[in-house]
């Protein structure tokens, strides 16, 4: 038996009560939101439709700047990513920036079983790069499972550093804007959010992460 997805009728209906709904609360709301956009943090995540931001903070709109791709790669080439976080870091003036993978990811999976899925591969391309850098420690693991689960940790442990290389944060601090990086993992299956070692706020401590990860 299927299931019938919603319209699109019905889900601009949804919208209006929402709407409704965010207006009787405060009434102001929507008035603010359209003056200035002042979030507090960027958050760069996967695109999985389980791992929305505001819904897992517990946040409102207004209050996260998002960037979302599949397996939350950061890729020094890729121009999408990085305006995000020049404008996050540049114009916003957001003092944190959340790398949050999540585990069960499928480009990760994909990735550790050299799944051929199409255009994908390519971008999928960068995570095998981190399974590559860390096979030694991935392969001392008991089983598919739990190298899966580590990669994913590894991933999101990877990406951070590279936030935390591009010229973008390097420039950051060396004018001294506080900027800090933050590592963290969700869980489909309990809903929480776990931080994965200590946070990114200087070039020193970034060093410090690649060598706690044998690179």
Partial sequence: ?????????????????????????????????ARQQAPRYLWIGCSDSRVPANQILGLLPG????????????VHSDLNCLSVIQFAVDVLKIRHIIVCGHYGCGGVAAAMRD?????????LRHVQDVRNRNRDELHK??????????????????????VAETTLLQDAW?????VEIHSLIYGLDNGILHQLGPSLAAPTAVEQRKRALGW
């Fill in 1 to 33: 038996m299927t299931t019938d997805h919603p319209s699109l009728d019905v889900l601009l209906e949804r919208n209006r009560s929402w709407a409704e709904l965010m207006t009787g609360s405060d009434p102001e709301f929507f008035a603010r939101l």
């Fill in 63 to 74: 209050e996260i700047f998002v960037h979302r791709n599949v397996a939350n790669v950061v």
């Fill in 115 to 123: 799944e051929k899925l199409g255009l994908i591969d390519n971008w």
């Fill in 141 to 162: 693991l008991p089983d598919a499972h739990a190298r899966l689960l580590r990669l994913c940790e590894l991933n999101v442990l990877s990406q951070a550093i590279n």
């Fill in 174 to 178: 060396a004018r001294g804007q506080p």
